[in-house]
């Protein structure tokens, strides 16, 4: 199988990576490793890339990709929510760049047969990690309709949340649902024909979004990262972060924010007693956005927003 790959704003990544030769670099997300070869290739001849994904596919593609400069990389089947322990186990005390690139990979949507399109009528699974039990068909034939219509309208910000849910219960009484396409046709059904028309998206996208979210656990992972960054990363280190969705970007900008703020005792205290000292300052304020040109050849990149923060 052909493992494609179209990498967001690698432009962009190389550059606020601000990359030199024998930096020691992760890429927490290979995917189709089209940013990993590109930072692989900044940092030769004697520099280290740990790279890391939850999905066999892309740990098996990235392997062949990487293989000429094996003596340089790292390569890890792991949760990158798991890097600190990945590092220590390694002996590494800091990196240089952390980059993560959210979501899911262009492989997994158009060749991962687990559910991700809805184009196609696949097995409903959506895990990236298949090691896990839990899979989008276990959370749609057994939440009850209240935790669905929860997950939708919090996930995926879908308006219809209520409705959707009722639906897909109705149809679950008479059998299990198995399919994405089946999936997309009941959301397609529940939402009202006129508010379809308006919609930019296909229908059932946001459902989609919400259960991938919950079945991979992205944003507790996501947490669990973010918070210890500042440990991973040695002084004037980078962290790069892509983003496709509010929600991620949320958490990403919270975590920055939090770690960019130093002593928050008041003023007329004479000495400090938080304790907080500031550990990373933004390298932008505002998010960085993919080109136009670049939302033109490859819509995935309309929705990315990348944020640069540094270890001082
Ligand atoms: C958008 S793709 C990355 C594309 C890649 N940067 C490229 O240039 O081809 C996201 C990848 O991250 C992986 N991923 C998502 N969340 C992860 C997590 N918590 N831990 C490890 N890998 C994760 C997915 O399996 C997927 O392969």
């Given at each position: 199988?052909?493992?494609?790959?179209?990498s967001v704003m690698p432009n962009e990544v190389q550059e606020y990576q601000d990359l030199?030769?024998?930096?020691?670099?992760?890429?927490?997300t290979?995917?189709?490793?089209g940013h990993?070869?590109r930072t692989?290739?900044?940092?030769?001849?004697?520099?280290?890339?740990?790279?890391?994904?939850?999905?066999?596919?892309?740990?098996?593609?990235?392997?062949?990709?990487?293989?000429?400069?094996?003596?340089?990389?790292?390569?890890?089947?792991?949760?990158?929510?798991?890097?600190?322990?990945?590092?220590?186990?390694?002996?590494?005390?800091?990196?240089?760049t952390i980059l993560l690139d959210l979501g899911?990979?262009?492989?997994?949507?158009?060749?991962?047969?687990?559910?991700?399109?809805?184009?196609?009528?696949?097995?409903?699974?959506?895990?990236?990690?298949?090691?896990?039990?839990?899979?989008?068909?276990?959370?749609?034939?057994?939440?009850?309709?209240?935790?669905?219509?929860?997950?939708?309208?919090?996930?995926?910000?879908?308006?219809?949340?209520?409705?959707?849910?009722?639906?897909?219960?109705?149809?679950?009484?008479?059998?299990?649902?198995?399919?994405?396409?089946?999936?997309?046709?009941?959301?397609?059904?529940?939402?009202?024909?006129?508010?379809?028309?308006?919609?930019?998206?296909?229908?059932?996208?946001?459902?989609?979004?919400?259960?991938?979210?919950?079945?991979?656990?992205?944003?507790?992972?996501?947490?669990?990262?973010?918070?210890?960054?500042?440990?991973?990363?040695?002084?004037?280190?980078r962290l790069c972060v892509i983003s496709f969705h509010s929600?991620e970007d949320r958490i990403v900008k919270?975590?920055i924010r939090?770690?960019?703020?130093?002593?928050?005792?008041?003023?007329?205290?004479?000495?400090?007693?938080?304790?907080?000292?500031?550990?990373l300052k933004s390298v932008y304020r505002k998010p960085v956005i993919a080109s136009d040109k670049e939302v033109a050849a490859n819509?995935m990149a309309r929705s990315a927003k990348l944020r640069v923060a540094q270890?001082?």
């Open positions: 199988m052909k493992f494609e790959h179209t030199k030769p024998g930096y020691t670099c992760v890429d927490c290979l995917g189709g490793a990993g070869l692989m290739k900044a940092i030769l001849p004697d520099g280290l890339l740990i790279g890391i994904d939850q999905d066999i596919d892309a740990i098996r593609n990235a392997k062949k990709i990487l293989y000429p400069y094996k003596e340089n990389v790292l390569i890890c089947h792991d949760n990158f929510s798991r890097l600190p322990e990945i590092l220590a186990a390694n002996k590494i005390k800091g990196v240089n899911f990979s262009f492989h997994q949507l158009k060749n991962g047969q687990r559910g991700f399109s809805f184009n196609k009528n696949e097995p409903l699974d959506m895990r990236m990690d298949i090691r896990n039990d839990f899979t989008a068909e276990d959370l749609v034939n057994s939440f009850k309709e209240n935790e669905l219509a929860d997950i939708f309208f919090k996930y995926g910000e879908e308006r219809f949340s209520r409705k959707i849910a009722r639906k897909i219960v109705e149809h679950r009484q008479t059998s299990p649902i198995k399919t994405s396409m089946a999936l997309a046709t009941i959301v397609a059904d529940a939402i009202p024909k006129k508010a379809i028309y308006k919609q930019k998206i296909r229908p059932a996208t946001r459902v989609l979004q919400a259960i991938r979210i919950v079945v991979n656990k992205e944003l507790e992972h996501l947490e669990t990262f973010m918070e210890k960054v500042p440990s991973m990363l040695l002084k004037g280190g929600l919270q975590y939090k770690f960019e703020q130093g002593c928050t005792c008041p003023r007329e205290f004479p000495h400090c007693i938080c304790g907080f000292v500031q550990q819509p270890r001082v």
